[in-house]
């Protein structure tokens, strides 16, 4: 899409539309730069389907409605408390080779705004669920320059998931997956991808996200951050997968 | 002169284990395989699918009573739900209790994602009584029985737990239990009956699409896990 040419000393891209960029270099960290935490006791599955499902529920609605093992996370996770605000998301998915927990494993950067990498969140996550689960996160194994535009300034999340899934060959990394279990924390320079189940499992999932970002207030509300049910992604969509009722819960493993 | 009933109650060396089994099968497939309650080996064979043929021939069936009935389930246990009518202790067969001579075959499957904490106890001992005749024990059924193992001998008795994927051959004389879960758990269970009067249902009532536990010790009956069409629906629980 660009062209690079190097001119008075500095590097220029020249856009098919005709103007000339800046170039850019994005420092994308690698898995040597997390942070890992120590072992956490995670419940089985079967425990699991209990937990309440969160999605974006601030902390302090966490102490409130959160429950046990929410808020057991809530205190574990390695908060560095330099944010104004601190989101909950935690579910559990039943996850096949054609339901996915989410709709690509491309590599990309949290969140989801305008230039993703250059955010100042920060993003603890902790996945858990069947005792030989395969679908772990996985982040570059090192750290690497990514010499651009300053096109990616104005990229917004699918864009630049895009444009970093281009050029994805020249960095010459390995992927790196997590560990069940513990919590694992990243800033919004280290791309990472979701991996598919090979098999049939449950995946346990919980995002802590400290953000500066107040929450969307027309979409802010209990019922929207606590959904009695989790989703995945089939070829037919986004789809229910773990639906709790008031006297039962039910898996979908057809869609 | 009170007469007295000599009552041997079998223990644990007289059990037959078998080497650990392996089961190659994971959480979704034994949550959509056949399930049922005394199956015939010949409906297992036809129509149980290929988790029930693969545990029916890895039990080592003696085949000298008439019938071979088979119970395959999986539960969603949770601390108030039982797996089995009772978590006292009982005797297992057809006809007056301890005094059947069927033959059973027990597992608890250890496999991808189902949860093995939650195991049969027999008596680590066999246990020697002497009843006094005015108890009539040999006359009573087996809700009877069990109220009066639970007054006369209580929890007076040291329980050894069954090992997972491991198949366990006993009779009708070994007292055993099962517990309350402490946490929620998928639980497999595999039971074969060989008995000359137990009588295997007849195909359409053998097989189910649902499983059934107990709500509290002796309580009410209530549905366990239901195989829906579209997916599978965890019952018996208030959330």
Same mark, same amino acid.
């Given at each position: ?19 000339? $960029? ?76 054609? $339901? ?118 027309? $979409? ?36 | ?239």
């Amino acid at each position: 899409m660009f062209r690079t040419y190097r001119s008075m000393g500095h590097y220029y891209s020249r856009s098919l539309l005709g103007g000339y $960029m800046k170039s850019y270099t994005i420092n994308l960290q690698g898995f040597d730069t997390l942070k890992i935490g120590q072992p956490l006791w995670i419940p089985d599955p079967a425990e699991l389907l209990r937990n309440p499902t969160l999605l974006g529920m601030l902390a302090e609605d966490v102490r409130k409605y959160g429950g046990e093992l929410n808020n057991y996370l809530l205190d574990r996770a390695p908060l560095q408390n330099s944010r104004k605000y601190v989101y909950v998301s935690t579910k559990l998915q039943y996850l096949t080779p054609e $339901m996915l927990s989410i709709s690509n494993d491309d590599w990309h950067c949290d969140p989801g705004v305008v230039a993703p990498f250059n955010h100042n969140i920060i993003t603890h996550i902790l996945a858990s669920g069947s005792k030989h689960i395969s679908s772990m996160t996985q982040f570059f194994d090192r750290s690497v320059d990514f010499h651009t535009d300053e096109s990616v300034l104005q990229m917004n999340h699918r864009e630049f998931r895009e444009h970093l899934t281009q050029h994805i060959d020249e960095f010459d990394i390995d992927p790196s997956a997590i560990v069940r279990d513990r919590f694992f924390t990243f800033l919004s320079s280290h791309p990472h991808r979701a991996v598919h189940p090979l098999r049939p499992e449950f995946r346990f999932f919980c995002r802590i996200t400290e953000s500066d970002d107040p929450p969307l207030n027309s $979409m802010y509300n209990l019922k929207n951050t606590m959904p009695r049910h989790s989703t995945v992604f089939t070829d037919m969509g986004h789809t229910r997968n773990i639906e709790t009722h008031d006297d039962s819960i039910l898996i979908y493993d057809k869609y | 002169m009170t007469m007295s009933y000599k009552l041997r109650l079998e223990g644990f060396p007289s059990i037959t284990v078998s080497d650990t089994i392996d089961l190659p099968f994971r959480i979704d497939e034994v949550l959509r395989t056949p399930w049922g309650t005394r199956i015939s080996a010949d409906d297992a064979y036809k129509h149980g699918g290929e988790i029930m043929r693969y545990l029916l021939d890895h039990t080592p069936l003696h085949n000298t009573k008439k019938y071979v009935n088979i119970y395959l389930g999986v539960h969603y246990v949770t601390p108030q739900l039982l797996s089995v009518p009772t978590s006292d202790w009982h005797c297992d067969g057809s006809g007056a209790p301890f005094l059947a001579d069927d033959i059973l075959h027990t597992m608890i499957c250890d496999t991808v994602g189902l949860g093995t904490n939650l195991r049969t106890e027999f008596l680590a001992e066999h246990l020697d009584l002497d009843v006094a005749d005015y108890h009539h024990i040999d006359q009573m059924n087996h809700q009877e029985f069990r109220q009066w193992i639970a007054t006369y001998i209580g929890d007076d008795v040291t329980p050894e737990e069954v090992e997972p994927s491991k198949m366990y051959t006993w009779t009708s004389r070994h007292l055993h239990r099962v517990g309350f879960a402490k946490e929620p758990h998928f639980r497999m269970f595999w039971k074969v009956a060989e008995s000359d009067l137990l009588v295997p249902n007849p195909t359409d009532k053998a097989f189910k699409s649902y499983t059934m536990a107990t709500l509290g010790n002796n309580g009410t009956d209530a549905y366990s896990i239901e195989q829906g069409p579209k997916g599978i629906i965890c019952r018996g629980m208030h959330i």
